[in-house]
C-alpha cells in the first residue's frame, strides 16, 4: 500500500486553508477575550456576600460546564431566535466559545486568587482599602501567576474547539477542509494540513504562555 499524495493539490488549497486559519484564530481570540472577561465577572460573583447571588452564579457555572460546547452553539443560534435573539453564526459561535470557556477559567481565577496569603487580605483591611480596590489592585495582579498556565491550557483548548462552528456554517479551518474534500474528493491532504496548522498555531501559543508567566512572575518578584 502506497501513500498517494499529491503535492499539486497541496499547493491549490493551501491559500484557501491559510485564509480559513486566520476566521480560527479570529475565532479563537475573540472567544478567549470574552472568557477572560466573564470568567473574571463569575469567579468575583461567587465570592460576593450576597448569597443567593453567589449561589446563583455558582449553578450557572455548574450547569455551563456539564453540558457539551456543541449543544450551547446550537442552543444560542437555534433555539434563540425563538426568544427573539436573532444572531449570525459568527456572533453565535464567539458567544457559545466565550460562554462555555468562562466557566472553566472562573475556576482557575478562583484557585488563583484562594492562593493569594491571607496576610494580604488582613493588610488591604488594615489599610481600610475598598472592595473593588483590594481586589484589582492588589489580590487579582497576585492571582494571575498561579493562573497563568491553566489560562494558558484553556487557550489552547479553544482552538481546538473552533472546528466545532462549522456545525452552524462558520467557514473556519475545518469547515474549508471539508469543502475542498468535497470538492475534490480527496481528504487525505486538505485533513493534514489542517493537523499541521493547528500543531504549527499551538506550539507557539504556550510558548508565548510560559513567556508571559515568567515576564509575571519576574515583574511580581516571585
Request: proline share 5%; glycine share 8%.
Amino acid at each position: 500500500m502506497t501513500l498517494d499524495w499529491r503535492w499539486e493539490l497541496v499547493w491549490t488549497i493551501l491559500p484557501r486553508l491559510l485564509s480559513a486559519t486566520l476566521n480560527t484564530l479570529l475565532a479563537a481570540v475573540c472567544g478567549y477575550a470574552i472568557a477572560l472577561v466573564l470568567g473574571l465577572v463569575f469567579a468575583l460573583g461567587q465570592r460576593t456576600t450576597f448569597r443567593p447571588l453567589a449561589r446563583v452564579i455558582r449553578e450557572t457555572v455548574e450547569f455551563i460546564r456539564s453540558t457539551p460546547l456543541v449543544l450551547q452553539i446550537f442552543f444560542i443560534f437555534y433555539v434563540g431566535p425563538q426568544f427573539g435573539i436573532n444572531l449570525s453564526p459568527w456572533v453565535s459561535g464567539l458567544l457559545a466559545i466565550g460562554l462555555h470557556y468562562s466557566a472553566y477559567i472562573s475556576e482557575v481565577y478562583r484557585a488563583g486568587i484562594d492562593a493569594v496569603p491571607r496576610g494580604q487580605w488582613e493588610a488591604c483591611r488594615t489599610l481600610n482599602l475598598s472592595r473593588s480596590r483590594t481586589y484589582f489592585r492588589i489580590i487579582i495582579p497576585q492571582a494571575l501567576v498561579p493562573s497563568i498556565p491553566g489560562m494558558g491550557n484553556y487557550l489552547i483548548g479553544i482552538l481546538k474547539d473552533t472546528p466545532m462552528l462549522s456545525v452552524i456554517g462558520v467557514a473556519e479551518l475545518m469547515h474549508e477542509a471539508n469543502a475542498i474534500g468535497s470538492e475534490h474528493y480527496r481528504y487525505l491532504e486538505p485533513f493534514t494540513l489542517v493537523g499541521v496548522l493547528f500543531l504549527v498555531i499551538s506550539l507557539p501559543a504556550a510558548g508565548l504562555i510560559k513567556w508571559i508567566e515568567l515576564r509575571l512572575r519576574i515583574g511580581l518578584g516571585l
